[in-house]
């Protein structure tokens, strides 16, 4: 098992690693919309926080050479469902098909003030 670590992505708010590389997969914990370089959440616009999300996901999957076309499988967590086109909006533009699987759930909160987290599941070289 190998931690993946990378500055190009927000720090861990808890005890969890960004990712975990093992067994030919990598295990990316939720992310959601914080600069990486300010520490703050990117807009109020969950479609500014879908690609922001989507980026800090991109640079961990980066830094265990992998990408975005590598996820095999996605669980998107919104606050508000009537966020879920918009945020299926800017998704589709970053994943090419096939689509990763993919569960889609409305929670009532998330550990900091954002509409959208997500955590993915990618194959490893």
């Known amino acids: 098992m190998e931690e993946i670590v990378t500055d190009e992505d927000p ?43 989507i980026e800090n996901i991109s640079a961990i999957l980066e830094a265990a050479n992998a990408s975005l076309d590598d996820i095999l499988k996605a669980n998107v967590y919104v606050t508000d469902m009537d966020d879920y086109e918009a945020v299926n909006e800017v998704y589709a533009k970053y994943m090419d098909e096939p ?27």
């Open 99 to 125: 689509y990763p699987a993919r569960a889609a759930v409305e929670i009532s909160q998330l550990p900091i003030e954002i509409g959208v987290e997500i955590e993915v599941i990618a194959r490893a070289e």
């Open 11 to 53: 720090s861990a708010i808890g005890p969890y690693s960004q990712g975990i590389k093992d067994e030919g997969r990598i295990y990316v914990s939720g992310q959601g919309p914080v600069n990486p370089e300010t520490g703050e959440v990117v807009s109020e616009d969950i479609r500014e926080q879908t690609a922001q999300t």
